[in-house]
């Protein structure tokens, strides 16, 4: 099977900066005469105070340091990172918008990017001018911008201010004009850096439609973003940066475990000796948490044909109408995988309870986590009107895997299984004889 074009070659890339310099947008004479008046005053009040006039040796910082890969055309490919890891950097450089140091990059093809909320705009233009501007840039023809026009506007649903200046846009109508022209002028091409950091949920599930066609369509997609589920659902493939340099460049469920859990101790239970070291108020401290087995016994691996129980003890120093304690299960994609509350323990249906220590249990039950690691988060609050009077996340981690013995969900499948959960549902098969297309819609008796 003949492989796809290679479309980006990036080839030991180093970008240093010097710290502390800047580049001035737009220089005036006022500016000019402001800053040659200024200096002569600040010689003579550094000479009154006997400070001698010197300069610092510069600094310098290595946003990325010898990164090497390369995408194939169609690619949907993620980078993920820590703030100031490199991410942004590194598709400034694919945009051509910043020099790289050192090192090379190869680009077949036209390249679009919607690096920061506004690249590429012209605040003065409006937003019809900018939807012009932007095409040209990208080489494409009048004619050819023109036809995607329309198609661009109602994507943005921006119509009313097509015609008004984009820098009366709010960020909301300028995030979703720049990014229908990014995806909808039909670079090869598509550089995105946090799209969906702005935006409400349904312009997001918007764009990550969109981004999955472009998929498609074959063109290529670099997509940097903090949504884990969101790289997830589009990208198979993932690189994470950490100091500007590649960590692990693989497969992403495999990259953003890596990621995630780059910290994490796993952990089944954590103690607070102390009421003043707890996390907590004057109405509830936790004082234990714990991830235990049938047995009560703390594990951090279990079969997934176990029930897993979290435990939890705490202090309820005052009386409070219906305080209760919640959990939740995250994933090593930083999925919700559960979250649950005790509102429905006969115990917690009371109107107060007196203070004191109190103990509660949450069972997850056998056959419903799938493989993999987990997080545990919890809560300590009153649902409504909401109060919180703990809230812990990350306290205890704990990992399940399949027995090996085909009695699971997954049965005799080895490899990746996929979802949220994997819970052993009951399935029913008929059997129904005759030879296909005699009557299909009126199957016979099945046969035992």
């Not at 920061?116 to 590429?120: A, F, K, N, P, R």
């Not at 198979?236 to 994470?240: C, G, H």
């Not at 995988?337 to 649950?340: A, K, R």
């Given at each position: ?6 479309v ?7 970008k240093q900066?010097?710290?502390g ?5 737009y220089?005036t ?5 402001v800053?040659a ?8 009040s ?11 040796p510069?600094?310098?910082?290595l946003?990325l340091?010898d ?8 690619e949907?490919l993620?980078?993920?990172g ?5 991410k ?5 450089v694919?945009a ?7 090192g090379r ?5 036209r390249?679009?990017a919607?690096l ?5 705009f ?5 937003g019809?001018?900018?939807?012009f501007l932007?095409g040209a840039?990208?080489g494409?023809?009048?004619n ?10 109602a994507?943005?649903?921006v119509e009313r ?11 909301g109508?300028?995030?979703r004009?720049?990014f ?20 409400d949920?349904?312009?997001?599930r918007?764009c990550l439609g969109?981004?999955?066609s ?9 997509f940097?973003?903090h949504?884990?589920p969101?790289?997830t659902?589009?990208c ?5 940066l950490?100091?500007?340099?590649v960590v692990?460049d ?22 607070w ?18 991830v235990v087995d049938s047995?009560?016994n703390s ?5 997934m044909?176990e ?6 003890e705490?202090w309820?120093l005052r009386g ?8 939740q299960?995250?994933?090593?994609s930083g999925?919700s995988?559960?979250?649950?509350a005790?509102n429905h ?6 109107p107060?309870?007196r203070p004191?220590l ?5 069972e997850?039950p056998?056959?419903?986590m ?6 545990v988060d ?7 009107p909401?109060r919180?009077?703990?809230?812990e996340?990350?306290?205890?981690t704990?990992?399940?895997q399949?027995?090996?013995?085909g009695d699971?969900?997954?049965g005799?499948?080895r ?10 549902l009951?399935?029913d ?6 030879e296909?297309?005699?009557d299909?819609?009126t199957?016979s008796t099945?046969v035992p």
């Open positions: 099977m003949a492989h796809s074009p290679r980006i070659q990036v080839d030991h890339l180093t900066y010097r710290l310099m800047t580049v001035d947008s220089r004479l006022r500016d000019a005469l800053d008046a200024a200096a002569p005053a600040r010689w003579v550094d000479a009154v105070r006997g400070r001698p006039r010197h300069h610092q510069p600094e310098y910082i946003a340091r990164v090497s890969f390369s995408v194939n055309q169609g949907i993620g980078i993920v820590r703030n100031g890891a490199g942004s950097t590194l598709l400034k694919l051509r918008i910043t020099d790289p140091t050192a990059v190869r680009i077949s093809g390249v679009g919607l920061e909320v506004g690249t590429g012209h605040p003065e233009l409006t019809r001018e900018n939807i932007n840039i990208l494409m023809h009048r050819e911008i023109a036809k995607r026009f329309d198609e661009i506007v994507f943005s649903e201010f097509i015609d008004t200046p984009v820098k009366k846009y709010s960020s109508m300028f995030l004009l720049a229908a022209v990014a995806a909808h002028l039909e670079p090869e091409i598509l550089l995105v850096d946090e799209v969906l950091a702005v935006g949920a349904r312009f997001q918007k969109k981004m999955e472009v998929g498609r369509e074959g063109r290529t997609v670099l940097i973003s949504n884990m969101a790289v659902r589009l198979p493939r993932t690189i994470l950490d100091d500007g340099a692990v693989g497969e992403t469920r495999e990259v953003i475990s890596k990621y995630l859990n780059a910290d994490r101790v796993e952990s089944g239970g954590i103690e000796t102390s009421l003043e070291s707890a996390p907590g108020d004057d109405v509830a401290r936790l004082r234990r948490m714990r047995e009560g594990r951090t691996l279990f079969t044909r029930p897993i129980y979290i435990e939890l705490y309820l409070e109408e219906r305080v209760v304690p919640m959990v299960i995250v994933n090593e999925i995988v559960l979250v649950s005790a323990d006969p115990t917690y249906r009371l107060g309870r004191g109190y103990r509660s249990r949450c997850i056998a056959d419903l799938t493989e993999g690691g987990f997080s919890v809560w300590i609050r009153v649902l409504y909401r919180i009077f703990v809230r996340t990350n306290l205890l704990f990992r399940i399949d027995t090996g013995l699971s969900a997954i005799e499948y490899g990746s299984w996929g979802g949220v959960i994997a819970p052993l009951k399935w098969t008929d059997f129904f004889p005759g296909p297309g005699l299909a819609n199957p099945p």
